[in-house]
């Protein structure tokens, strides 16, 4: 397991702990559940990337523990 930080832009931090086998869609559920905002409302930025694409992995993006991911809502 490891955790997860997402930042967005009003200052709001929040921590969610996955794996890093979890594709973006499932973490973006994990993290709808703390938030309080549908999934489908969530973007996420890492890396100089817009937007992730929901079928790859943290993994795949090499998105590991005390990674910091930027957090939009659509």
Excluded: W
Aim: charged share 20%; hydrophobic share 35%; net charge positive.
């Amino acid at each position: 397991m490891i955790m997860v930080t997402c930042n967005d832009r009003l200052g709001k931090k929040v921590q969610v702990k996955c794996s890093p086998t979890d594709s973006v869609l499932e973490f973006k559920k994990l993290l709808a559940a703390h938030i309080g905002t549908p999934y489908n409302k969530i973007k996420l930025r890492y890396g100089g990337i817009n937007s992730l694409n929901n079928k790859l992995t943290l993994d795949d993006y090499s998105i590991s523990n005390g990674v910091n991911l930027e957090l939009y809502y659509t």
